[in-house]
């Protein structure tokens, strides 16, 4: 008879346990971050009045196309890069960026284009701080019918009232200067030749929505782009450019600061069919943007929605045809080849390049894009975009989907015609790239990681990096090696193999105890 003992205890032993790891859900939400399908996006714990409230997205569907597009706006996020959303209407395009926004604790302002603003309620303006003549003025400048002088009158209309867009295309770089408000010497002429009395030194600046929201870091949702004429548009474009900035002529031109969490979006419908009064913006101002074509919505998510607001409970999204990023950004003073071979990273780059000018050259053959009434081109900004979306999202093996990620993104979504983004695929498996052995042991900063790394964070972190080579090389199980390389820190012992010498004799005499 085998000798009757004691149940072993795991916590005893202290063996590490294998854990099954934790299902991942499309979307996770932290106290510190908001995870949409690997996206991650840092959360502000700061809830304000302009901050989205729960009850607006009680009946949000997290199907495939909502969280598709969710991620899509992560990304534009994470990248800091202006979108440009085209689609049906109702599909929830503002509804979707308000919804993210939501999430991270973000504030939102949207804008219509359609001519219910101008130029003073985006840019600024000058006005009296006496608020019975401030509103003696605002009310001339919002009907300017009610001047008394005709050239007052016509001033007003020509420099800041936002017309309906006319034409077949609304061209805002062919307009250097664009929509400019007025300056204070202006506006004390306006209000002049109308009789209205301004005290001395009474004229202050106020900003515009534009503004307002870049110096505090909201998030500015312009709808229908695609309505009003392309002057008001011009003012923006230095805005749509990396880290852009807002020159302010009409305030002795003052550049507006930048937060670094202000992010820009618009939204347009269509143009043509049924959506009159939508032009086609030109191609060149399309580029500056991070464009993406909606098109309509599945019939099949049609359903499920409907489906799901009457309480029926729908099937949760295949993570796997989603496909979950684990990225793990490239810190800025990192390259490439700090990473991969000189050779690799050259590879990968003329192949990029060649598949960019082939795709111009379709477009301008009309191999491409017949079909869409909205044009649009590739350029320069694309290849910094590349650069861009495979430093932010690179993911250690597993290259070749990050690059055809950024293809997606990229070139791929900016076509309605499924024929043309086949075409489009079919052409980018020409930067498929082996991937490359014997990577140089870089590691990358995690998205939230400080970039400016002290003398002593260096030191803890190359202490660490000899640890876990140590741990490789250990006589242990495999368990026990990745549980001691994932807590490793500078305070381990030297000597790792004694963590687990204890353990290993008990285990040992356990052993003994039970032999028959």
Same mark, same amino acid.
């Given at each position: 008879?085998?000798?009757?003992?004691?149940?072993?205890?795991?916590?005893?032993?202290?063996?590490?346990?294998?854990?099954?790891?934790?299902?991942?859900?499309?979307?996770?939400?932290?106290?510190?971050?908001?995870?949409?399908?690997?996206?991650?996006?840092?959360?502000?714990?700061? @809830?304000?009045?302009?901050?989205?409230?729960?009850?607006?997205?009680?009946?949000?569907?997290?199907?495939?196309?909502?969280? #598709?597009?969710? =991620?899509?706006?992560?990304?534009?996020?994470?990248? &800091?890069?202006?979108?440009? +959303?085209?689609?049906?209407?109702?599909?929830?395009?503002?509804?979707?960026?308000?919804?993210?926004?939501?999430?991270? #604790?973000?504030?939102?302002?949207?804008?219509? +284009?359609? #001519?219910?603003?101008?130029?003073?309620?985006?840019?600024? =303006? !000058?006005?009296?701080?006496?608020?019975?003549?401030?509103?003696?003025?605002?009310?001339?400048?919002?009907?300017?019918?009610?001047?008394? *002088?005709?050239?007052?009158?016509?001033?007003?209309?020509?420099?800041?009232?936002?017309?309906?867009?006319? #034409?077949?295309?609304?061209?805002?770089?062919?307009?250097?200067?664009?929509?400019?408000?007025?300056?204070?010497?202006?506006?004390?002429?306006?209000?002049?030749?109308?009789?209205?009395?301004?005290?001395?030194?009474?004229?202050?600046?106020?900003?515009? &929505?534009?503004?307002?929201?870049?110096?505090?870091?909201? !998030?500015?949702?312009?709808?229908?782009?695609?309505?009003?004429?392309?002057?008001?548009?011009?003012?923006?474009?230095?805005?749509?450019?990396?880290?852009?900035?807002?020159?302010?002529?009409?305030?002795?031109?003052?550049?507006?600061?930048?937060?670094?969490?202000?992010?820009?979006?618009?939204?347009?419908?269509?143009?043509?069919?049924?959506?009159?009064?939508?032009?086609?913006?030109?191609?060149?101002?399309?580029?500056? !943007?991070?464009?993406?074509? +909606?098109?309509?919505?599945?019939?099949?998510?049609?359903?499920?929605?409907?489906?799901?607001?009457?309480?029926?409970?729908?099937?949760?999204? &295949?993570? *796997?045809?989603?496909?979950?990023?684990?990225?793990?950004?490239?810190?800025?003073?990192?390259?490439?080849?700090?990473?991969?071979?000189?050779? !690799?990273?050259?590879?990968?780059? @003329?192949?990029?390049?060649?598949?960019?000018?082939?795709?111009?050259?379709?477009?301008?053959?009309?191999?491409?894009?017949?079909?869409?009434?909205?044009?649009?081109?590739?350029?320069?900004?694309?290849?910094?975009?590349?650069?861009?979306?495979?430093?932010?999202?690179?993911?250690?093996?597993?290259?070749?989907?990050?690059?055809?990620?950024?293809?997606?993104?990229?070139?791929?979504?900016?076509?309605?015609?499924?024929?043309?983004?086949?075409?489009?695929?079919?052409?980018?498996?020409?930067?498929?790239?082996?991937?490359?052995?014997?990577?140089?042991?870089?590691?990358?900063?995690?998205?939230?990681?400080?970039?400016?790394?002290?003398?002593?964070?260096?030191?803890?972190?190359?202490?660490?990096?000899?640890?876990?080579?140590?741990?490789? &090389?250990?006589?242990?199980?495999?368990?026990?090696?990745?549980?001691?390389?994932?807590?490793?820190?500078?305070?381990?012992?030297?000597?790792?193999?004694?963590?687990?010498?204890?353990?290993?004799? =008990?285990?040992?005499?356990?052993?003994?105890?039970?032999?028959?």
């Amino acid at each position: 008879m085998p000798k009757e003992t004691s149940p072993i205890n795991p916590a005893e032993l202290e063996a590490p346990i294998e854990v099954a790891p934790k299902e991942r859900k499309p979307i996770e939400v932290s106290d510190s971050e908001v995870d949409v399908a690997g996206i991650k996006i840092h959360r502000s714990r700061e @809830i304000t009045e302009r901050v989205p409230k729960a009850e607006k997205f009680q009946d949000f569907s997290e199907d495939e196309f909502s969280v #598709g597009l969710l =991620k899509k706006i992560a990304r534009a996020v994470e990248l &800091d890069h202006p979108l440009l +959303l085209q689609g049906e209407v109702a599909i929830g395009k503002s509804y979707t960026i308000e919804y993210l926004a939501h999430l991270c #604790g973000r504030e939102v302002y949207r804008m219509s +284009l359609n #001519g219910q603003t101008d130029t003073t309620d985006l840019i600024g =303006k !000058w006005v009296p701080r006496t608020e019975t003549v401030r509103n003696k003025i605002a009310d001339l400048l919002k009907n300017p019918d009610k001047c008394k *002088n005709l050239d007052i009158q016509r001033m007003i209309q020509e420099r800041i009232m936002i017309k309906p867009a006319r #034409g077949e295309e609304i061209a805002p770089e062919k307009d250097r200067q664009g929509k400019i408000g007025f300056s204070k010497e202006e506006m004390e002429t306006i209000a002049m030749r109308e009789g209205i009395e301004v005290p001395e030194g009474d004229w202050i600046w106020q900003d515009g &929505d534009i503004p307002q929201q870049m110096k505090k870091g909201a !998030w500015s949702v312009l709808d229908e782009v695609n309505t009003c004429e392309s002057q008001i548009l011009v003012r923006l474009n230095a805005v749509l450019e990396k880290n852009g900035e807002l020159v302010l002529s009409e305030n002795g031109s003052k550049v507006v600061p930048r937060h670094k969490d202000f992010r820009l979006f618009a939204t347009v419908n269509p143009p043509g069919g049924r959506y009159k009064g939508r032009i086609p913006l030109s191609a060149e101002w399309i580029s500056r !943007w991070f464009f993406q074509n +909606l098109g309509i919505l599945p019939k099949e998510v049609a359903m499920q929605r409907l489906i799901q607001a009457e309480g029926v409970k729908i099937k949760d999204i &295949d993570t *796997n045809q989603l496909r979950m990023s684990n990225p793990e950004r490239i810190s800025p003073e990192t390259r490439l080849t700090d990473i991969y071979s000189e050779e !690799w990273v050259k590879d990968l780059f @003329i192949k990029y390049v060649e598949f960019r000018y082939k795709l111009q050259d379709m477009l301008a053959n009309n191999d491409l894009a017949n079909n869409e009434y909205q044009k649009f081109d590739f350029d320069q900004r694309d290849d910094r975009r590349f650069r861009d979306f495979i430093r932010s999202f690179y993911e250690n093996d597993n290259t070749n989907q990050i690059i055809q990620e950024a293809i997606a993104y990229l070139f791929i979504d900016k076509f309605s015609n499924e024929l043309d983004r086949q075409k489009v695929r079919d052409l980018a498996q020409a930067i498929n790239v082996a991937e490359p052995k014997g990577k140089k042991e870089v590691a990358p900063l995690t998205p939230f990681e400080k970039e400016d790394i002290g003398e002593d964070e260096k030191t803890a972190k190359a202490e660490i990096a000899k640890l876990k080579e140590k741990i490789k &090389d250990l006589d242990l199980p495999e368990a026990h090696k990745k549980l001691l390389a994932e807590s490793s820190s500078p305070e381990l012992p030297p000597d790792l193999s004694s963590v687990f010498t204890a353990f290993q004799a =008990k285990l040992d005499a356990r052993a003994k105890e039970m032999a028959v």
